[in-house]
């Protein structure tokens, strides 16, 4: 995810980040999840315990595979009947399972055909099995409910409302307020997506095309990815779209979603994907999935998102007159870099985000160095410079600070972009141009379609550099002050002074 600011760009300065509301979530009422059995004792919402969404994922399974079907009406104000089949294996003797779900009505749940009990939880949906299962256990979920893309004044959903349709925007807690599963990066699944919608709309997925059935009144279409993807990731796109197709590096099949009215004004941009995805390829490796593209919609998020396979766009970061072209190419490289970084290798915890977002920010600004003469110097002693303010406000890179009241997406702070891409200038400075690349390449191979965290790219680094670097990340990644900068003892970290005064007071 790239939070965008709505002024043009400071040329060598480290990019500021606008104070935009995102989305919000906060946890559903009881009510919107239909109960069964009321009688027996109050289940308890569960988690895999990560240290900033507590209550994301679920114990006792794997899930192994989606299929995800949705009816759109026609209309944003109304909800779409869903169907969600979940494939997953038991790892734990279970007699009633969570699943993360919330902000749509579940009318059925079945296991393995099945009919189950089900309540709600806070924002899970607990499921009470017909018969225990027992370890090993290979299951076959399936929930009829609602996805609902209103927001309520208590929780918002993962829908984007755009000019035309829907767009999905999961990341980082949203997905399950769109689908029930188990909705935690850590655990990556196939999807097959099916979508129904009025004839005179277009609806894509991630993936490549399975298909599409055409009736008197409506299409299906259905899309399936080829490797295994985190629920944050997933993207359905519904309106009056035009896809289009071009070929990218050895032949990958590269398709983009726009509304059809724009895609000549939007064409100058979109044919700059194929040369940015053979521009990534030379610095890390082959493009990790089936396919590439950008879905620019026409809605107000804030954000850009790194959408598995099909990258989630605002239509004004293309035609705002403001924008240079460098910074417009530059953040399409950011979203591009982060199908290795974030969706090829995946954060075990979101503490890990950095992983995604200074992988994402270092060939952003790789690429604007290379491409349009912006020294990657400049924008990392910039960053240097605010590296201690970043890191007061929101936490070291490695462990951030929780998220603001109310505002859980306030976790993309600038310290996991600019202050993490600094981190990784200073490895690279530590280590050597040679390693630091052979590292950045074998970090994507190693742990491609796979979950990976902070301890993992140690392990890597030091292997790689032959030297323990234990410490050196301690001081980096954990610290509360950032450390001087291998190579550039002259720079400064400076706090300004207001917020200076504020803590000493």
Known sequence: MLRTHKTAPRTGTARPKAPRRLRTAFLASAASV?????????????GIGDRLFPYLGNPGYDVTAYDLAFTYPGSNSKPLPAVTTIEARTT???????????????????????????????????????????????????????????????????????????????????????????????DKAMFTIRVTAPNGYT??????????????????????????????????????????????PDGLPVRDVVPTKDRELLEPWLKKTPDQIAWMQEK????????????????????ELETQTLSLF???????????????ESIMVHELAHQWFGDSVSPRTWSDLWLNEGHATWYEALYAEEKADKPMEARMRAAYRASDTWRAAGG?????????????LSIFRPNVYDGSALFLYALREEIGRPAFEQLERTWVSTHHDGVADTADFEQLASAVAGRELSGFFEAWLYGEKTPPMPGHPDWRSTVPAKKHAKRTR
């Open 34 to 46: 239909c109960l069964i059995a009321a009688s027996a004792p109050a289940p308890a919402p569960l």
């Open 92 to 186: 734990d003797w279970l007699e009633q399972f969570n699943l993360d779900y919330s902000h749509g009505t579940v009318r059925s749940v079945e296991v393995d055909g099945a009919p189950a009990e089900f309540r709600s939880a806070g924002e899970d949906l607990v499921v009470t099995p017909a018969e225990p299962l027992p370890p090993g256990f290979r299951m076959r979920i399936t929930v009829r409910h609602d996805s609902n893309p209103v927001s309520s004044k208590d929780q918002e959903s993962g829908w984007v409302p755009t000019a035309d349709g829907l767009a999905m925007a999961n990341q980082a807690d949203a997905g399950h307020r769109v689908f029930p599963g188990n909705d935690h990066p850590s």
């Open 203 to 248: 609806a894509v997925a991630n993936g490549l095309p399975a298909g599409a059935t055409r009736g008197a009144e409506a299409t299906t279409w259905t899309y399936r990815t080829e490797h295994p993807m985190a629920t944050e990731l997933a993207q359905v796109s519904i309106g009056r779209s035009s896809v289009l197709h071009r070929s990218g």
């Open 284 to 303: 890390v490796g082959d493009y990790p999935f089936e396919t590439y593209g950008l879905l620019i919609a026409e809605a107000s998020t804030g954000f």
């Open 314 to 328: 605002e239509r004004e970061l293309f035609t705002r007159p403001e924008y240079p072209k460098w910074y417009v």
């Open 396 to 408: 070291p890179p490695a462990a951030p600070k929780g998220a603001a009241p109310g505002e859980k």
